[in-house]
């Protein structure tokens, strides 16, 4: 089914205003301006390597840059942004944030490192090697994950619309709501863009959807349990945090007080034909 450039104009403006008004929980999932994906691919996750990870990082945002990776931290007097060094998961640079916020995700574009929070309206931007606060911007509903494609942010709000933002002003350019078949897939968490995908874990769920950033149809997803044993699993939080090595290719997976940061590499586990979408 397609619209005329209008109708989708009219679609958005009511989506935006429903998920404004209702936390996007009831918001009807707008008609699609693309044909669905002829199949959908599952996907196992072959561990390549754990590197330690601190049990104590409520770990809200994960990226990686020039051989290290960052990670932004959540809860009330807990968050930060740090600089992590991969082989032994320490620390090397820290900056909290104040008590009054709640750190969500992070993305590194140029030399800032941007963090969201989760419900004060406002992200941060940081100088990314001094850490240094730089700047501030602010956007309506929640703040869950961010990420870029080299002209866009991409953010998540833990609905199911993931929205585009000027790389300048962080103002709204556009939206997209993501799906899979006929259903709409909420609690989109941490983001990564990879390869021209966008990378969504889902918030309390062992999976992570591969999305089309152009039409929103989730185009694979990716098994993630059974990465922790039971016991690390017990005394962990959810899955939450993707980062991409670009230069060698290596993706890495881990949560909320994992004890490992997991390289990953994906194996393909089966294909079958895209759920009907009317
Ligand atoms: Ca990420």
């Known amino acids: 089914m397609f619209f005329s450039a209008a109708s989708r104009k009219l679609w958005r403006f009511c989506a935006s205003l429903l998920a404004c008004c209702c936390g996007g929980c009831y918001a009807p999932l707008p008609p699609s301006d693309y044909p669905p994906p002829e199949e959908i691919i599952f996907y196992d996750c072959e561990v390549i390597r754990a590197y330690p990870h601190d049990t104590k990082a409520f770990t809200q945002g994960l990226e990686y840059k020039d051989g290290w990776i960052y990670e932004g931290t959540g809860l009330n007097g807990k968050s930060s942004i740090r600089k ?34 989760w419900r004060s309206n406002r992200g941060f931007v940081y100088d990314l090697e001094s850490f240094e606060e730089i700047g501030d911007f602010s956007y309506l509903g929640e703040g869950w994950g961010i990420t870029h494609d080299g002209s866009r942010f991409i953010m998540s709000d833990g609905t199911s619309r993931l929205r585009f933002l000027d790389l300048r002003n962080f103002e709204e350019k556009d939206s997209l709501h993501v799906r899979y078949g006929r259903e709409a897939i909420r609690q989109l968490n941490e983001l990564e863009y990879i390869d021209g995908r966008i990378y969504a874990n889902i918030w309390q769920q062992d999976r992570i959807a591969i999305i089309c950033p152009k039409s929103g149809y989730v185009t694979g997803w990716i098994n993630c349990s ?12 959810v899955l939450n945090g993707t980062a991409w090595d670009a230069e060698e290719e290596r993706l890495f997976v881990t949560g909320k007080y994992w004890p490992w940061l997991f390289e990953i590499r994906l194996v393909e586990s089966e294909r079958r034909p895209y759920p009907a979408v009317e």
């Open 84 to 117: 992590v060094t991969l082989e032994t998961g320490e620390a090397v640079q820290q900056q909290s944030l104040a008590s009054s916020f709640f750190g969500e995700g992070i993305t590194i574009q140029n030399n800032r490192l941007i963090q969201l929070t």
């Open 226 to 237: 059974g990465l922790l044993s039971r016991e690390e699993a017990a005394r962990a939080d």
